[in-house]
């Protein structure tokens, strides 16, 4: 509704006048004192004099800048949001014919009617609110708490009336959405689907297992299942690969709600990523059987990297590193004394020295040698030893003066990332003993920890990394590692940052570098949820990265079905996204040609399928009417839905707002205004030439 219409100018207003004169005076000195027009008839011309008047003075003033500025209400109508689970739980039920025909008839006619008073927005949800119309029920995952997320951040100080959540209630992943949701922004409606029926079932809940085991290791599988409104049948917990059953067990289920629960130790034979099925064998009248089954994917390595520990003496901080490294399945730990040390090499990735106390055959063998070594210096070490070992830094010792060393995260270091929890757990570490004296680095080194004595930090490095040629080597100033074990459970029950810490110095030292012109980077798994993101590098003779030529990709499954694909050029390197794939074991090869050679790199991943959805199917209207009750709204089945209109129609909470908006509009920029000269032109022109007077 239009309130008000003004014309305005940015110059003064009694400009308007002398607009208004000026037209007067031109019109009037053109038409009053040219004896041209002395026999012409009077009322032509006043017509002219008035064309000219008007022209001359409308374009006066649209010297002066005019612009109109009009003021009107507008009605914005409520947005009503219907939110659709298309989550796969809503067909495992008796009524799966009537949600995926009837249902969606119904749905298209409710909201069509709600659309002739409201803005009707329609979403479809499972993991995370999709704006998409297709209702197929495929979803993998429902997470209800994300759905009113992103409805706020979607609507986020719009007028929504009212959200239609229709759902079965069941929910695998995020919180209990009537504790997310903000019970006052708008009203909720839910429609209830599904079936709160207890039905017949067996399902394989979970199965824990190693993601990574070794050759000729046992190997554990934690099974859980469950049968419902089974009492009396019998079924059969049975794991096989390759075709070949390892395991099998009877069970005769005693009760309606009956749970199986095992621990199954198996042995790794084969090298590579191996597929395990377990299955709980289907009962008479079961409904679902997709949740009957789990496919599971191991890898298994042909050994964990060897990592030594030679000390000058026994101490708390070998067990303390024992204990951290282990923490990560890859690494199996020997540790010995260094003057029982036999020379032997060979079988590790790295060597830890505790103490650098004596200058031995031990002691050199491995300074000399490409080993990556990690020394840590404490009070027990001599400095002129560790001095002469030459490793880029150098120590000027007060005699018989030791520190005691808080450890300060150098937040500059370029080598690998510690998590921001793990850097804010480090800052309530013990300190460590370690030398008083001078640090001089000489080579380039890379600090890790710097030292704090007290409340002051200074720039002697407490962890520092240094890399000669292929050989990389580590050098921790301060002995007491294990104070670092103990206070971390005493703050946070866990030891997870000491863990990160100590990993990830050993993962980056016992690593040998990549030095291949052409890599492959990827994941070893993937959810079937989740898109196949894989990325390429080539690098040329001076290990500059190029993508000049193509790089192909052929994943070939277990069945031999192979599917091609070609890399998309980044600036530098190369990206793919292959989608989503089907779960199960995968192989690969990209290939690509530069100059006159071939590069192949092969690999493998897993696609690890989701059932969530299969895992619960008995609907939970609780949920949905703790949600409406929260919101002020009620729970209606698929049957109310002309009820569920009525209500949303009455709710008096739902309305239009109504607010003023201002439009300013340049004059020159209308287009009538641009007719009305036109007119004013072609008029005149057109009675001074029947006139006679061009």
């Known amino acids: 509704m239009l309130l008000s219409i003004n014309i305005e100018t940015e110059q003064p207003i009694w400009l308007v006048t002398v607009c208004l004169l000026l037209g007067f005076l031109y019109a009037y000195f053109l038409y009053k004192k040219d004896a041209r027009f002395d026999e012409v008839k009077p009322l032509i011309k006043k017509t002219m004099f008035g064309a000219r008047f008007v022209l001359i003075a409308l374009l006066s003033f649209l010297l002066l800048s005019p612009f109109i500025q009009t003021l009107f209400n507008k009605t914005e109508k409520p947005i009503i949001i219907f939110a659709q689970d298309n989550s796969a739980s809503i067909l495992m039920n008796k009524d799966s014919a009537f949600y995926t025909t009837t249902y969606q008839t119904k749905i298209d006619d409710f909201i069509n009617k ?22 197929d029920f495929s979803e993998k995952i429902t997470n209800l708490s994300a759905v009113f997320e992103q409805i706020e951040s979607k609507f986020y100080n719009q007028n929504v009336g009212a959200v239609i959540l229709a759902s079965d209630g069941i929910y695998n992943q995020g919180v209990n959405p009537a504790y997310q949701t903000n019970s006052s922004m708008y009203s909720v409606y839910s429609l209830a689907l599904g079936d709160t029926a207890v039905k017949r079932d067996v399902v394989l809940k979970e199965v824990n297992h190693n993601k990574i085991t070794f050759l000729k290791n046992q190997f554990p599988f934690e099974v859980f299942g469950l049968a419902k409104k089974a009492k009396g049948q019998k079924t059969r917990l049975k794991i096989t690969h390759n075709n070949t059953i390892l395991y099998s067990k009877d069970y005769l289920i005693e009760n309606d709600n009956y749970s199986i629960s095992e621990t199954i130790l198996l042995d790794a034979k084969q090298v590579g990523t191996q597929q395990y099925r377990i299955e709980l064998q289907s009962i008479d009248g079961e409904t679902t059987l997709s949740n009957n089954v789990k496919d599971v994917f191991v890898e298994v390595l042909d050994g964990r990297q ?12 070998i067990k303390a590193l024992k204990q951290s490294i282990e923490s990560n399945e890859n690494y199996q730990v020997t540790n010995q004394l260094i003057n029982e040390f036999d020379g032997n090499t060979k079988p590790y990735s790295l060597v830890i020295l505790h103490q650098v106390a004596e200058n031995n055959v031990a002691l050199k063998s491995i300074a000399e040698s490409s080993l990556s070594v990690w020394y840590i210096v404490g009070a027990q070490s001599n400095e002129s030893v560790f001095n002469q070992i030459n490793l880029g830094i150098k120590v000027n010792k007060s005699r018989g003066v030791f520190n005691d060393i808080l450890p300060k995260v150098d937040t500059q270091f370029p080598l690998f990332t510690l998590s921001e929890q793990t850097q804010n757990t480090i800052k309530n570490f013990p300190p460590l003993l370690g030398f008083f004296g001078e640090y001089e680095l000489k080579n380039n080194g890379y600090q890790l920890l710097n030292q704090k004595i007290g409340s002051v930090e200074t720039n002697n490095p407490l962890f ?12 921790l100033f301060g002995e007491g590692i294990w104070k670092w074990r103990m206070q971390e459970f005493l ?4 030891n997870d940052a000491t863990n990160e810490l100590i990993n990830k110095a050993v993962q980056f030292l016992s690593v040998k570098d990549d030095k291949s012109k052409f890599r492959i980077i990827y994941d070893n798994s993937y959810h079937e949820n989740e898109e196949l993101i894989i990325k390429a590098e080539l690098y040329n003779d001076s290990y500059e990265l190029i993508n000049e030529p193509e790089v192909k990709l052929t994943v070939e499954n277990s069945d031999n079905k192979k599917f091609n694909f070609l890399f998309n050029k980044t600036t530098k390197a190369y990206f793919l996204n292959a989608g989503l794939l089907p779960p199960g074991a995968y192989h690969f090869v990209a290939e690509t040609v530069y100059g006159e050679k071939k ?22 209207f609780q949920v949905l009417s703790n949600i409406a009750q929260k919101h002020g709204g009620k729970m209606f089945l698929p049957s109310q839905l002309d009820e569920l209109a009525a209500e949303i129609e009455q709710n008096k909470n739902i309305s239009s707002i109504i607010y003023e908006e201002q439009s300013i509009k340049d004059l020159i920029n209308l287009k009538w205004i641009f007719f009305i000269l036109l007119i004013l032109l072609t008029l005149e022109w057109f009675l001074r030439k029947q006139q006679g007077a061009y």
């Open 306 to 317: 060897r990592v030594l520990i030679l000390a000058h003496a026994p101490h708390p901080d």
């Open 464 to 475: 520092v990394f240094f890399q000669q040629n292929d050989k990389k080597i580590a050098v």
């Open 114 to 135: 709600l659309a002739e008073n409201f803005q009707v927005r329609k979403f479809t949800f499972g993991e995370e609110l999709k704006d998409e119309n297709t209702i």
């Open 599 to 620: 590069y192949t790199q092969k690999g493998k991943f897993q696609v690890l399928p989701l059932v969530l959805e299969a895992n619960n199917t008995t609907a939970d």
């Open 491 to 494: 703050m946070n029950k866990n």
